[in-house]
């Protein structure tokens, strides 16, 4: 609403502008600037104390300028130049700048993992690899052997499968497929299930032809 009625008005306040700017230069004296009451009380007792203030203030006075004179700074310390090149040779003494420029190795999980291992502790590719190993076979991987194989508390397994999980991703079913999870988890147990079924067929193979040979 502000806005429409400062554009409305922006006309009339703009008419004749040019003509009413020259009435207010062409004045012998402009019209000073209202002043706050303090600043009038002030000036009254300023002049009072001394009546020809404004003469003072316009003539130069010699004895200011012999106590400038008189003004000069001394340091007696160092200089922030010296100081700072003191700080930066003992800091390059305390730790050296690296000397080997070259790219620093990306690692698969963004840090180095320790070569050696604490009792009771594991890395993160072991946690991923025991975690993706119990989605894929419970039974196999169950809390119990992770626990014994990777020397870890089992109430911390236990923990860990439960509140955490591989990613996996989930495709919605459309029209010409169903829905169906296509994470790695997923491809592993499949990979593995097909693996039984095959060895399963290759066993009952082999032992058709045991029967076939002794018949």
Known sequence: MGALVAKALRPVKAFNIENRAHRVISKEKPTPAPRYPGNIEDLKRTLEA??????????????????????????????????????????????PLPQDRKLV????????????????????????????????????????????????????????????????????????????FAGPAHLKKEIIESQKKAIEENSMLDAKTLRQKKS
Do not use: C, W
């Open 50 to 95: 001394d009546p020809n203030i404004d003469e003072k203030l316009d003539k130069k006075d010699p004895a200011l300028d012999d106590r400038l004179k008189d003004v000069y700074v001394t340091s007696y310390g160092r200089s922030e130049d010296d100081v700072t090149r003191e700080l930066r040779k003992k800091q390059s003494e305390v730790r």
């Open 105 to 180: 190795e990306d690692f698969e999980f963004g840090f180095r993992e320790p070569e050696k291992i604490k009792y009771g502790r594991a890395t993160l590719r072991q946690v991923v690899t025991f975690i993706s190993a119990h989605q894929i076979d419970s039974k196999e991987a169950s809390p119990d052997k992770i626990a014994f194989e990777y020397k870890l508390k089992l109430e911390d397994v236990e923990s860990i499968l439960k509140y955490f999980k591989t990613f996996e991703i989930y495709i919605p079913e459309t029209k010409k497929t169903p829905a169906m």
